[in-house]
């Protein structure tokens, strides 16, 4: 129960918002929290642009940021002020209407170790802050200055570990998306190490006014607490499993006070014969009390998570009619390339889901789920692996027989669980959707965009010794990524580590590792002298005398060889378009509206080939005016369309890709759209721009 003079307090800041909110000139529209609101639904009211005038749409101001790189960052716009982040995770504030910077915070020399999605905004009518995070930090700023409110936390900010258990105090955490705001508390998502030296991935709620930590939710349960037996005993002491993390943020009702929460796997990605049991609460769509951090009800996704298959986006609060009655639902879309539809409020699915049988373990140790959930409707935006066939090839490719005989050696089946052999992976690791999100409208339609990228999982016994002890610290937290010949990928975005010592210094190697950059972890958890054999064995020197001691006592004894798509000799994908898809989804039906390829990719472009659909990573947004606006393609587009039939209505070359989703907003009366073009990701060139355009 609230005091007396904090009732008070209470209901005179109640009183002075009400107030403001009436006093607020109308031709103000904001967008005011991550992807358009707290239900996530990237929806706008706005209607000054629209279908027949998109092609009067002209730049009205840029914004260059003196640093260039990935930005995914959805930017907020609050009564004519927009607040963005940088490449190198500094956070800002324009004039929305000119693009002229108000303020300027963080340290372009440090803060490269992340990709941000943004910040959060709160607000009592009276203080307004912005709350967004610099590696493991959590940092409140005056909206109006940008200056540290130096009584939240120690001096402005919080450490992400604060309320994990002690033995996740040097494990890594950072955070790429905002936090979701109820009332006075904001809940934190979190990126983990996807390892076997993974932190526990809790759901913890903050006090947005003084930064203490208010409640939490064990994601891996504690004795006593409902899935605790869906793990091994001594899961929750995170002695070599851990995550089971929200990294792509949550929605909240704030009227029925219920927090959403999809989560993703539990480390180690692709091996859990250390973890046997379904995993609860890893791959779930898990509703909360948003007040105390209580359990309503869940749902997983995918049980026994091993072919890394997080929930990417936050779901979607949307109103649909189903049998003739108005339902409260929320709608989560998945990488399998699925929408799982539920009551908001019981969690009942509103369409049947059926458990369908799935190939088991073929790796020793491991014990794979014999089933996995299936939704009968909406069908799957995104082809399956089970779909494919030898006909499937890149009708544009020139190693055909040789992509046919690839293609016949893997495993096509269904969630097949990892194999020595190799497994096709459609959609592969960062599709069909990602963590851009769906869109959605008030008549219940949902717009989802979907990569179609196959990738290759194939597992490889880990080495039992080494004369070089940096090579072991290698397999367990670089090879996935780097290849056991340190190669790399270049094509799926991994570099080669091959002669790296000739190109950079070791300071420099030093400090990636100590720190991270872009999706890369820092390895904290390793000891000095680990580092130190790492730094070695990349750099090819000789071997120490003395053997490393691991911080972490267990090691997978299967190991994947390395994040690997399915390409063809030019690096195109080996499988036939589309490689990426628009689709509306009528969720009162479980129909399709429409489904049309989205995006072209550039190589064939340039020859005169379209339609092919390209890889995408950001999500749409829907206006009122029946406009879908969308950038996110590789191909560096923004790309307008008619909600309702898909019809491309006006295509605007960018200045660099816009990995990121856009905002749209008016003020004075004119409706900006506003997206950030930081490129880089896929191999495109860098950027350095948040562009607005009106009419």
Known sequence: MLSHPRKVLYFIELIILIIILALKPADFTDWAAYLGGSDRNHYSTLTQI????????????????????????????IQGVLYGVSSTVQAFALDASTGKEIWRFGDPLKNWASTSRGVSFWTNGIEKRILYTVGPNLWALDAQTGKPILSFGEQGKIDLHLGLPAIAASKFIISNTPGTIYHNLIIMPVRLSEGVDAAPGDIRAFDVL?????????????????????????????????????????????????????????GYDFYGGNRKGANLFANCLIALDAKTGKRLWHFQTTHHDLWDRDLPAPPNLITVTHRGKKIPAVAQITKQGFVFLFDRVSGKPLFPIVEKKVMGSALKGEKAWLTQPYPTLPKPYARLSSEIQHNDINPYSENKE?????????????????????????????????????????????????????????????????????EKIYQTNCQSCHG???????????????????????????????NGKGMMPGFNH????????????INDELPKEVASKTSNSYVSPFQMTGYIKFLDAKGLPALSPPWGTLNAIDLNTGKYIWKIPFGDEPALAKQGITGTGAE????????????????????????IYASKTGKLLRTITLPAAAFATPSTYAVNGKQFIVIACGGTKLGTPKGNKYIAFSL
């Open 526 to 537: 390793l000891s000095k002298e680990e580092k130190d054999h790492i730094l070695s064995f």
């Open 402 to 470: 040789e992509l046919i005989n690839t293609l016949a050696s893997l495993n096509k089946s269904w969630h097949a669980a990892p194999s020595e052999k190799g497994n096709l992976i459609l959609p592969g690791f960062d599709g069909g959707g990602e963590w851009g999100g769906a869109a959605a409208d008030p008549n219940g339609i949902l717009y989802v965009n979907s990569n179609e990228m196959a990738w290759i999982q194939k597992m490889v016994p880990t080495k039992k010794s080494s004369l070089n002890p940096g």
């Open 50 to 77: 629209k279908a027949d005038n998109v092609d009067q749409l002209k730049v009205a101001w840029e914004y260059n940021l003196p640093d260039s790189g990935q930005m995914q960052v959805n930017p907020l716009i």
């Open 616 to 639: 995408n990573y950001g999500g749409p947004i829907v206006t009122a005016s029946g406009l879908l606006i969308i950038g996110a393609a590789k191909d560096g587009k923004l790309r």
């Open 484 to 514: 056991a010949d340190k190669k790399g990928n270049p094509f799926s975005g991994y570099p080669t580590l091959v002669g790296i010592s000739s190109k950079k210094s070791k300071t420099y190697i030093q400090q990636i590792i100590n």
């Open 210 to 266: 003084t930064g203490k930590l208010v409640w939490t939710f064990h994601t891996i349960p504690y004795p006593g607490e409902k899935g605790y037996t869906t793990w091994p005993k001594d899961a929750y002491l995170n002695t070599h499993t851990g995550a089971a993390n929200n990294w792509a943020g949550m929605a909240v009702d704030n009227e029925r006070g219920i927090l959403f929460v999809p989560t993703g796997s539990a």
